[in-house]
């Protein structure tokens, strides 16, 4: 029910905007997020906004380089990657519906991940 796009290959610096689009239900109520995933390591929390598109949330990380937002019409959520870094490489995932927003376990529905490589 949820379809991630936009991944690719960019060099360090560069830019990405990644998309999710739910088709079959809407997600207004909960969180929708991002996580991701790199070899060898855990889904990590990257960002998430609430349902009503007000209040989003990143790791530390990725402050002031990603930016998430929603489109409630268009049941969609963007994440915008400004200023990449090698380290944000990782299969990406969109996540929905859940009352936390960086709690990987608590999203009920997900996307199938995107790969995003940023080269040095």
């Known amino acids: 029910q949820l379809q991630a796009s936009g991944g690719g290959l960019v060099q360090a610096g560069g830019s990405l905007r990644l998309s999710c689009a739910a088709s079959?239900?809407?997600?207004?109520?909960?969180?929708m997020g991002w996580f991701r995933r790199s070899p060898g390591k855990e889904h990590e929390f990257v960002a998430a906004i609430r349902g009503s598109g007000g209040s989003s949330y990143y790791a530390d990380s990725v402050k002031g380089r990603l930016t998430i937002s929603r489109d409630n019409a268009k049941n969609t959520v963007t994440l915008q990657m400004n200023s990449l870094k090698p380290e944000d490489t990782a299969v990406y995932y969109c996540?929905?519906?859940?009352?936390?927003?960086?709690?990987?376990?608590?999203?009920?529905?997900w996307g199938q991940g995107t790969q995003v490589t940023v080269s040095s």
């Open positions: 996540a929905a519906d859940s009352p936390l927003y960086s709690d990987y376990g608590r999203y009920k529905f």
């Open positions: 079959r239900r809407t997600f207004n109520n909960y969180y």
